[in-house]
Nanobody
Framework: QVQLVESGGGLVQPGGSLRLSCAAS????????MGWYRQPPGKQRELVAA???????NYADSVKGRFTISRDNAKITVYLQMNSLKPEDTAVYYC???????????????WGQGTQVTVSS
């Protein structure tokens, strides 16, 4: 099994910054794309940013220029640096990873439990 544990959420004022972290652990042979999704209140979950194992990144238009995704393959951790936060960034943020199992070599998609980010004055 694979576990994704997020941290770093919280309450921040508009214009502020937060850094989310997501650490993967378990029976991991290889991790491919890792990403962050978010689900605002009453809305569907949406992609925020993703990063491949080679470092190629992809961002939602709404966060381009404000958010930066990065990963540390040695620590099996993905980060999301969020700057210039807006009230509309308020959501539960979920980590996602495409993982190949160490034992079965099967490839599956995993989610973290989510972390709340609230942007409010």
């Amino acid at each position: 099994q694979v576990q994704l544990v997020e941290s770093g959420g919280g309450l921040v004022q508009p214009g502020g910054s937060l850094r989310l972290s997501c650490a993967a652990s378990g029976s991991i042979f290889r991790i491919y794309t890792m990403g962050w999704y978010r689900q605002p209140p009453g809305k569907q979950r949406e992609l925020v940013a993703a990063i491949t194992s080679g470092g190629t990144t992809n961002y939602a238009d709404s966060v381009k220029g404000r958010f930066t995704i990065s990963r540390d393959n040695a620590k099996i951790t993905v980060y999301l640096q969020m700057n210039s936060l807006k009230p509309e960034d308020t959501a539960v943020y979920y980590c996602n990873a495409d993982v190949q199992s160490y034992y079965s070599r099967s490839r599956d998609n995993y989610w973290g439990q989510g972390t709340q980010v609230t942007v409010s004055s």
